[in-house]
């Protein structure tokens, strides 16, 4: 699905991330890190928004490293930014629309794809009319993981989707993701580590621009260090 080698990128003269290899198969994986550590100028780069100065990234073997963002998203890959991006003024159910509308093959299968969504999130069919900038937090951060898997995508990326979310909330977000990842890929970037592991295969380590460890969820969960710098354990 996903690849990437030896990328190398930043922002003017600031590298920020340094012989990046990542890659995700049919699985869901998570990227974690503290804040600066580049998470999200990694997924930047995926969706085209950041151009790679070295290295290759590589969706089904097809290059998009430097590709502009609507080409990437037409080709299956889907983004839960951090601030969610949805359009206030508008209601619930038209913001779902158009997670599909501008994606040719998801446009002509919007009825399902809604009522597909309104399964996994009950309280979104129940506020279908409702300004999305009304809502909770929480009920906003569903309809912005809603809207994105309105795309039909074959790569889910989230990027810290429990920022600023209640525990009980953050729960059902993951829950969700659980038991998406039999039928989409999924790429989650997090500092809630300990939720994060319930809900993925694999997961990388990012500290300082660089991938520091990588191990299967069941080997993060035991490796000292995670257990000491993310764990609090």
């Known amino acids: 699905m996903l690849k990437i080698h030896g990328l190398e990128c930043g922002y003017g003269r600031m590298k920020v991330l340094e012989a990046i290899d990542f890659e995700v198969?049919?699985?869901?994986?998570?990227?974690?890190?503290?804040?600066?550590?580049?998470?999200?100028?990694?997924?930047s780069a995926i969706m085209g928004m950041v151009k790679p100065w070295?290295?290759?990234?590589?969706?089904?073997g097809q290059k998009i490293g430097g590709a502009e963002?609507?080409?990437?998203?037409?080709?299956?890959?889907?983004?839960?930014?951090?601030?969610?991006?949805?359009?206030?003024?508008?209601?619930?159910?038209?913001?779902?629309?158009?997670?599909?509308?501008?994606i040719p093959h998801a446009k002509d299968d919007i009825p399902a794809q809604?009522?597909?969504?309104?399964?996994?999130?009950?309280?979104?069919?129940?506020?279908?009319?409702?300004?999305?900038?009304?809502?909770?937090?929480?009920?906003?951060?569903?309809?912005?993981?809603?809207r994105a898997i309105m795309s039909k995508p074959r790569l889910l990326i989230l990027d810290e989707p429990s920022l600023g979310l209640q525990p009980s909330i953050v729960a059902e977000v993951f829950d969700v993701l659980k038991g998406l990842k039999s039928s989409v890929s999924i790429l989650v970037t997090e500092q809630n580590v300990r939720e994060s592991l319930r809900a993925i295969d694999r997961g990388y380590v990012l500290e300082n621009?660089?991938?520091?460890?990588?191990?299967?969820?069941?080997?993060?969960?035991?490796?000292?260090y995670v257990v000491k710098s993310y764990l609090g354990i």
């Open 25 to 43: 198969g049919a699985e869901s994986v998570g990227l974690f890190g503290p804040n600066g550590a580049g998470k999200t100028t990694l997924i």
């Open 54 to 60: 070295k290295g290759d990234i590589e969706l089904d």
């Open 69 to 102: 963002t609507y080409s990437i998203a037409r080709m299956g890959v889907a983004l839960v930014p951090q601030e969610r991006e949805l359009f206030p003024g508008m209601s619930v159910e038209d913001n779902l629309m158009l997670g599909a509308a501008y």
């Open 114 to 146: 809604i009522e597909k969504i309104y399964a996994m999130f009950p309280i979104l069919k129940e506020r279908r009319a409702q300004l999305a900038g009304t809502m909770s937090g929480g009920q906003q951060r569903m309809l912005a993981i809603g």
């Open 209 to 224: 621009g660089r991938i520091v460890l990588a191990d299967s969820a069941e080997g993060l969960k035991t490796n000292p």
